[in-house]
Structure formats: structure tokens, C-alpha cells
T-cell receptor
Framework: DVKVTQSSRYLVKRTGEKVFLECVQD?????MFWYRQDPGLGLRLIYF???????EKGDIPEGYSVSREKKERFSLILESASTNQTSMYLC???????????FGPGTRLLVL | EDQVTQSPEALRLQEGESSSLNCSYT??????LFWYRQDPGKGPEFLFT???AGEEKEKERLKATLTKKESFLHITAPKPEDSATYLC???????????FGQGTRLTINP
């Protein structure tokens, strides 16, 4: 079974803090993705990576950066958290870009 | 622009009452259509992938079908544990990312 884990289920941060969200997959998948999910807006892609040290902007990259130093790990960084980044953050991975994406359990982030 | 629309937004059924969820899409070229189930506060759980018109997949009480313009998720004799939000997503030609619909929130009353 594919396993995608995320470092925290819930996080509470202050405005202006630097926030790190970690995602690890154990299936040797090439591709990893970060989404955010908000009521009424659905899932929106923030960044994705198709190889180690490679990254591509998704639909809403502003205010975020990513890091992929190892194949199994993909980190999402909020350089200076703002209240409008309060959301559910979901990580996913897939073997190939055209194949099924498997999601982690999500991190619910609250920025005060 | 690629678009995915799911209907209805919400559906409430009695236990055992069969129905269908719809996912219609307008895309430049379909490489795959994916169905996920999402429980409150959790990540989406993969259900099915469909690649070409006419294809069908089944799993327990769920059956997914695909035409050139839409996909249906049929639920037969549902149980309360089938209550969840069902998400549809498409992967288009030349793209490396999924386009998601807004989801259908399904509630099965005992």
C-alpha cells in the first residue's frame, strides 16, 4: 500500500512566522504535489516536483516555496505566514505524472 | 480552459436508496479521470481511474463509468458508512497536474 505521511495533523502559528510542512512517501514515487483545500474553492495546486531538486509552480504559488532534497521528502515552506494561508494542506505523490496521485492525511493550519 | 463540474453539490439518500453522482468535463484532451472519496478532516482516498470512453470500474457498492463528456459514480444500496465527499479530477493531454471538481457531499441516512 502507498503511504504518504505529513508531519502534523494540526498546526497553529502566528502571523509572520516561518512555517514548514513536511511530507514523506514510501513508494519511491517520482512526483510529489502540494495542494491547499478551502471550502467553496476545492483543491488548488501550489507546487509540484517531478524529480529531486526540481520544482514547478502550480496555480497558486504566491507566498509559498518548496524543497525536495531527497526523493521521498517534499517540504512546503510559508516564508511569512499570513491569516489568508489558514487552510487544509494536502500532500500527494504519484509514480508518473500521468498516474494516480495518492494523498496524505492533511495538515490543518491555523494562522492567527 | 479545462473545467470539471460535479453535480449535485450535496445529495441526501436513505440507506439502500441507489443513485448516481455526475462529473462533467470540458478539456482539451483526456488522459485520465480519477475518483476519490474524502472523509471530513482527512485526505482524499483513491477509488478509481478511468482512461477511455466506455470503461467501467467497480468496487463494492460503487461503480464508475466514463463517456466522452462525463463520468458517473453509481452507488448501489448505499450504507451510512458511504457518507463522504466524492471528488472527481481529470488529467489532460500535455498537462502534469490534475484539475479537480468541487465535489459532491453524500449523506446516507440510516
Amino acid at each position: 500500500d502507498v503511504k504518504v505521511t505529513q508531519s502534523s495533523r494540526y498546526l497553529v502559528k502566528r502571523t509572520g512566522e516561518k512555517v514548514f510542512l513536511e511530507c514523506v512517501q514510501d513508494m519511491d514515487h517520482e512526483n510529489m504535489f502540494w495542494y491547499r483545500q478551502d471550502p467553496g474553492l476545492g483543491l488548488r495546486l501550489i507546487y509540484f516536483s517531478y524529480d529531486v531538486k526540481m520544482k514547478e509552480k502550480g496555480d497558486i504559488p504566491e507566498g509559498y516555496s518548496v524543497s525536495r532534497e531527497k526523493k521521498e521528502r517534499f517540504s512546503l515552506i510559508l516564508e511569512s505566514a499570513s491569516t489568508n494561508q489558514t487552510s487544509m494542506y494536502l500532500c500527494a505523490s504519484s509514480l508518473q505524472a500521468t498516474e494516480t496521485q495518492y494523498f496524505g492525511p492533511g495538515t490543518r493550519l491555523l494562522v492567527l | 480552459e479545462d473545467q470539471v463540474t460535479q453535480s449535485p453539490e450535496a445529495l441526501r439518500l436513505q440507506e439502500g436508496e441507489s443513485s448516481s453522482l455526475n462529473c462533467s468535463y470540458t478539456v482539451s484532451g483526456l488522459r485520465g479521470l480519477f475518483w476519490y472519496r474524502q472523509d471530513p478532516g482527512k485526505g482524499p482516498e483513491f477509488l478509481f481511474t478511468l482512461y477511455s470512453a466506455g470503461e467501467e470500474k467497480e468496487k463494492e457498492r460503487l461503480k464508475a463509468t466514463l463517456t466522452k463528456k462525463e463520468s458517473f459514480l453509481h452507488i448501489t444500496a448505499p450504507k451510512p458508512e458511504d457518507s463522504a465527499t466524492y471528488l472527481c479530477a481529470v488529467l489532460t493531454q500535455g498537462a502534469q497536474k490534475l484539475v479537480f471538481g468541487q465535489g459532491t457531499r453524500l449523506t446516507i441516512n440510516p
